[in-house]
């Protein structure tokens, strides 16, 4: 290592559990500010995990470190921490310039130029412990072997949690993996500043609360309000450092809607300031229950504040359970959307999601290394699902890839079986357009509008208006939906009269017959170098074909949703990427599921099938 070289942190991975077994180590969860502390020549440097210089911020620290060190040359790593009144660790005492201030020194990464990154967790712990002596500055965090224990004293202190940590593993500098293990004894959140509301009442003129975002599946999404927590003079301090960040627009893609708050009343900042809050619970809607300020974290960058859950969790529902593991494995690399995030969205869309995918068999398609690994099909789980997983048996086609056999398909009916399907690197959601009950009777028409290559999403448009115009003028009313891909589906409730057969073949010929009509606009031409116009696909109105469901999320970039529409959205400006996870989130919130009237709409499909017949 050269000297004076920057390393990078380690981090900790959160989890719900202290782990067990033999081969951990167990240390306090410091609550204050992450500090590298390099003595070199008798010269002191403290850098924050963002590199910020806090020699001079914490100079007390800087004055203390050569003596407890015996001047040795070194790179140790640790919390600067402020103490409260009853002794115990407390950001907030650090962010007020509460002294005294220690330095919790927990480990060390070079002495006198000695490389010590590969060295195990155990060697280093003792070089760490023969090198610091210790003073009223700087001082070893205390390990123990009983991480239970610890846990239970933080919680009955009041303290902020416990770190676990293998007693084999190396120094891994910026990586956040499995190594190193986080158990919050409370629950905090770093959080990013976007704007204000003006104070009424006694706090007329000054700041009344914060409003809260995070980053969430690649995009800032607005997580709540924070009033509480503020004493009078920070109050003001952050209303003079905010006002001096202000922005004319909201930084949310979709502006929220703040229960209780004109909107007149919200000042908008640049989103480039985090604060740590303390709050009950997360809700259903992914929003902070009860937030409270506890300072401003100039030591982490806005771009890393993301929802912290635990990288594995226990979700029950009667007596059935579901283990949902690494879920802090990234799905989508360049926007940084990990399978946390794929759950979190998954959950709060289930309430409008489940009605359409209820009772129906399902393929899946897994991604077990997210959207840029291998993918392969799956449409029989009789072996590895849970036996509490409700399943449909159905023989396949002869001449398919079941040959024939009886194959179990999930069916999906509750948010756990949803959330199943995450676990096993599912990122779609693909039912047939028929129920388990009677799978070879559709009770779904399918329009699948596939663009030629590199044309706009306006020619899709104009093309599913004309199939909206040819179904009304057939008597059939249809609906909307982006596919979540480069092209729209648009989706005719029909009665359980007629098979798949009969399905496809009404589709087929609406599609010729609107050929005919614009042969400029729509096509029936298969092959991608010879169609210019918009391809209306018939093909996955077959015993066993699969579309995206409505609000299902698609492994393509940007990580998009196939959303429902109403028909005056499609406009020429429509653009199907603009449909996020989170965007969709709140567009639900606003408007409901807009595809829920399909859902009570049995249509009959012979007299239109004639009556497109008689066109021909």
């Not at 729209?488 to 057969?501: E, I, K, N, S, T």
């Not at 999320?553 to 199907?576: C, Q």
């Not at 599921?593 to 004639?610: G, I, K, S, T, W």
């Amino acid at each position: 290592m050269a000297p004076e070289e920057w390393v990078q942190p380690m981090l900790a991975t959160l989890v719900a559990e202290v782990p067990s077994g033999p081969g951990w180590a167990f240390e306090p969860k410091w609550d204050g500010v992450r500090t590298l502390g390099r003595v070199a020549g008798g010269r002191v440097t403290l850098t924050s995990r963002n590199r910020l210089d806090l020699t001079g911020r914490f100079a007390d620290v800087a004055a203390a470190l050569p003596a407890a060190v015996g001047g040795v040359d070194c790179l140790v790593d640790g919390e600067v921490c402020a103490f409260d009144d009853e002794g115990r660790p407390s950001f907030s005492a650090l962010q007020r310039g509460a002294r005294p201030r220690r330095y919790e020194v927990f480990d060390v990464l070079e002495i006198d130029g000695e490389r010590l990154l590969e060295a195990p967790y155990t060697e280093r712990r003792g070089r760490l412990q023969a090198l610091v002596t210790g003073n009223d500055g700087v001082a070893v965090s205390p390990a123990t072997d009983d991480g239970a224990a610890l846990l239970a004293d933080a919680r009955a202190r009041g303290l902020e949690g416990v770190v676990a940590k293998r007693v084999r593993s190396p120094y891994a500098p910026g990586a956040r993996n499995r190594d190193w293990l986080k158990i919050k004894a409370r629950l905090e959140q770093e959080v990013v500043v976007c704007g204000y509301v003006e104070g009424r009442g006694r706090l007329a003129g000054r700041l009344g609360a914060l409003v809260l975002g995070l980053w969430r599946a690649g995009e800032l999404v607005w997580v709540g309000n924070c009033g509480t927590g503020f004493s009078d003079r920070e109050r003001e301090r952050l209303r003079r450092e905010l006002d001096a960040r202000r922005r004319d627009a909201s930084p949310f893609r979709v502006e929220p809607r703040m229960p209780r708050v004109r909107r007149g009343d919200v000042r908008w900042v640049e989103p480039d300031l985090v604060c740590e809050v303390e709050f009950a619970e997360w809700t259903t809607e992914g929003h902070l229950r009860q937030p409270s300020y506890r300072g401003l974290r100039d030591d982490k960058p806005a771009g890393e504040a993301r929802p912290e859950h635990p990288a594995e969790v226990e979700i029950s529902r009667g007596r059935r359970t579901l283990r949902l593991t690494r879920l802090d494995k990234v799905f989508w690399p360049r926007e940084g959307v990990t399978k946390g995030d794929l759950a979190d969205y998954y959950r709060e869309i289930a309430p409008v999601l489940l009605p359409h995918v209820r009772r129906r068999p399902l393929a899946l398609r897994r991604f077990p290394d997210g959207v840029e690994g291998k993918s392969f099909y799956q449409q029989d789980v009789s072996r590895g699902a849970p036996s509490w997983l409700r399943t449909a048996e159905v023989r396949s086609a002869p001449g398919g890839s079941g040959r024939g056999r009886l194959l179990r398909h999930p069916v999906v009916d509750d948010d756990l079986s949803l959330l199943w399907l995450v676990q096993v690197g599912c990122i779609e959601v693909h039912p047939w357009l028929a129920r388990a009950d009677r799978p070879e009777r559709p009770d779904l028409v399918l329009i699948d509008l596939d663009p030629p290559e590199g044309a706009a999403f306006a020619v899709v448009v104009r093309a599913a208006r004309l199939v909206r115009d040819a179904l009304g003028a057939l008597g059939l009313e249809s609906w909307p939906k982006t596919s979540g891909s480069k092209g729209m589906h648009v989706l005719v409730p029909v009665a359980r009269r007629q098979g798949f057969p009969e399905t496809r073949a009404f589709v087929v010929a609406l599609a010729a017959a609107l050929e005919r009509a614009e042969p400029g606009l729509v096509t029936t031409e298969w092959s991608r170098s010879r169609r210019r116009g918009v391809l209306v696909d018939a093909n996955q109105n077959g015993e066993g074909k699969t579309a995206a469901s409505a609000y299902s999320v698609r492994p393509r970039p940007g990580a998009p949703v196939s959303t429902p529409l109403a028909w005056d959205e499609l406009d020429e400006g429509l653009d199907p990427r603009d449909f996020t996870m989170a965007v969709v989130l709140e567009r639900v919130r606003r408007r409901g599921d807009l595809l829920a009237p399909a859902l009570e709409r049995r249509q009959a499909l012979a007299p239109a099938a004639r009556a497109l017949q008689a066109l021909g």
